[in-house]
């Protein structure tokens, strides 16, 4: 629990900067450390629980979402666009929306994207070997998953 509020702030910063939004860092870190803080604040010492630090575009807004079994909205944050959900399946969720730059809206916003490439454990395997469908079926008819007997 000690360093949720440091490694919520890190998401933060992260995210923001890849989404190019570091003009927003300070803002929105500022709004996570405050929303990660009251969770801190209210959790049981005993059993702490695990929080998730969201972060979404819409609209012309960030919003950051902080869920947890206890959450609470700080003092701090009372008059802006923020607010208590509890969820359907237990839980409850914390949202604070942040207007997003002058002009700017969620669709502006570069998210990064990610190449489709495979780990270095598969790399080193090498390409995958041709598989003999009936041998698989044979396989599986050992282990019980076949329909039927092959011939």
């Known amino acids: 629990m000690p360093?949720?509020?440091?490694?919520?702030?890190?998401?933060?910063?992260?995210?923001?900067?890849e989404w190019r939004l570091r003009a927003m860092q300070d803002e929105a870190a500022q709004t996570v450390r405050r929303l990660v803080g009251a969770a801190?604040?209210?959790?049981?010492?005993?059993?702490?629980?695990?929080?998730l630090v969201r972060l979404r575009l819409t609209g012309t807004y960030l919003v950051v979402e902080v869920e947890g079994n206890r959450v609470a909205l700080p003092p701090e944050l009372a008059g802006t666009r923020a607010g208590l959900v509890d969820l359907t399946a237990g839980g409850h969720l914390?949202?604070?929306?942040?207007?997003?730059?002058?002009?700017?809206?969620a669709s502006?916003?570069?998210?990064?994207r990610r190449e489709p490439r495979r780990s270095p454990a598969a790399e080193?395997?090498?390409?995958?070997?041709d598989v003999d469908p009936e041998v698989i079926q044979r396989i599986l008819y050992g282990?019980?998953?076949g329909a039927h007997r092959p011939d």
């Open 3 to 17: 360093t949720a509020v440091n490694v919520a702030d890190l998401f933060v910063r992260f995210s923001l900067g």
């Open 40 to 51: 801190v604040d209210v959790a049981d010492r005993r059993a702490p629980g695990f929080l």
């Open 94 to 105: 914390a949202w604070c929306e942040l207007a997003l730059p002058s002009g700017m809206n």
């Open 108 to 112: 502006a916003v570069p998210l990064p």
């Open 124 to 129: 080193a395997l090498g390409d995958e070997p």
């Open 143 to 145: 282990l019980g998953g």
